[in-house]
């Protein structure tokens, strides 16, 4: 088996392309610790000046109603290339009309040969949590017993069993959700992953963070949820995922983190002041998890965490994917190039 930190002892050619479906990677096992550590990995290598994480384009028509975006990275320690691709449709619609499609193509930099081409819906959906699990375990005041989860669309439902793994002695999990099944998704992916354990769902999303640790903000932008900085507690963490939390969190911050400063200034714009300004960073997350950069310096500092995805996590957690695909024998190889 080869290490997930390593380069794809995969068998390829120049003429054909494995395409690993939902279906595919759906059914591959795997756990929320490998999921943290292949993704800390990928910082850490960002981090040591070892991989290339270039901002993202983005493209926006001028009513709003889609967004795509094209990230091109390289991750040094497993000497892989990989584009990723991504488009949102029907922005101005309800969840249930919305078209989104993403992709992952993946390339071996050592024998020039390609990997893999994926669906990388199920990449992201674990990358995001994991990333804002990394961060609530960095950024997070001592002895944090308390969660507040905005959101219980895609990036909302795995979010408390992430932060359960980096932070166990969480002992009070809350939730906000306006949706039904949504909320049904979020309980059956928390008691898979920790049987003992529920949620609380709250129906103040304001007076519950007021009583929360940490507060991860992953809701779509319909939401009526948008906490204040007067309702964060001393020493509260809040990470931005999605939407739920107002502009004043992120302004009124003792210290403001995020996993890429030029990423959040492409995407974050609608967390702007109203001169349209965002505030500098105190501190990007890879050095942090490098110990390089402190993220949290005192245990009153209220704590703003913007979590945007980077495309060496998802090159990472995406050529993990394909090793444990390829090892089961799924996917299809097409002949691309013939």
């Not at 991989?51 to 892989?80: E, I, Q």
């Amino acid at each position: 088996m080869t290490s997930p930190t390593t380069g794809p002892c995969i068998a390829a050619d120049d003429t054909t392309l494995r395409l690993l479906s939902t279906s595919d990677l759906a059914g591959i096992d795997i756990t929320l610790t490998d999921v943290v550590g292949t993704v800390e990995g990928a910082y850490r290598t960002l981090a040591a000046g070892l991989s290339d994480n270039p901002r993202k384009l983005t493209v926006k028509p001028s009513d709003g109603h889609s967004v795509s975006y094209a990230m091109l990275g390289r991750d040094g320690s497993r000497d892989v290339v990989a584009i990723k691709t991504s488009y949102k449709h029907g922005l101005d619609k309800g969840r249930e009309e919305q078209h989104y499609y993403t992709s992952l193509t993946l390339y071996d930099d050592v024998t020039g040969l390609p990997v893999a081409m994926m669906d990388c819906g199920r990449i992201g959906s674990l990358r995001t949590p994991a990333v804002s699990a990394l961060l609530a375990r960095e950024c997070a005041a001592p002895g944090a017993r308390s969660a507040l989860v905005i959101g219980t669309g895609t990036q909302g439902r795995l979010a408390l069993p992430f932060l359960l793994t980096t932070l166990p002695g969480l002992d009070r999990l809350m939730l906000f959700g306006t949706h039904p099944e949504g909320i049904e998704a979020v309980r059956t992916r928390l008691r898979a992953h920790f049987p003992d354990r529920d949620v609380e769902v709250v129906t103040e999303a304001r007076a519950a963070a007021a009583e929360a640790d940490v507060v991860v903000a992953t809701a779509g932008g319909h939401t009526p949820a948008a906490v204040e900085a007067d309702d964060l507690k001393p020493g509260a963490l809040s990470i931005l995922v999605g939407h739920g939390l107002a502009p004043s969190t992120l302004h009124r911050a003792d210290r403001v983190v995020a996993t890429s400063e030029a990423q959040m200034n492409v995407t974050g714009t609608d967390m702007a002041d109203a001169g349209g300004n965002l505030p500098a960073v105190d501190a990007e997350f890879p050095p942090v998890l490098a110990g390089e950069a402190a993220g949290r310096t005192a245990p009153h500092e209220r704590i703003f965490a913007y979590n945007s995805g980077l495309v060496v996590t998802d090159i990472a957690l995406g050529h993990r994917f394909a090793q444990l695909a390829i090892e089961q024998g799924l996917g299809t190889q097409v002949p691309l190039w013939r």
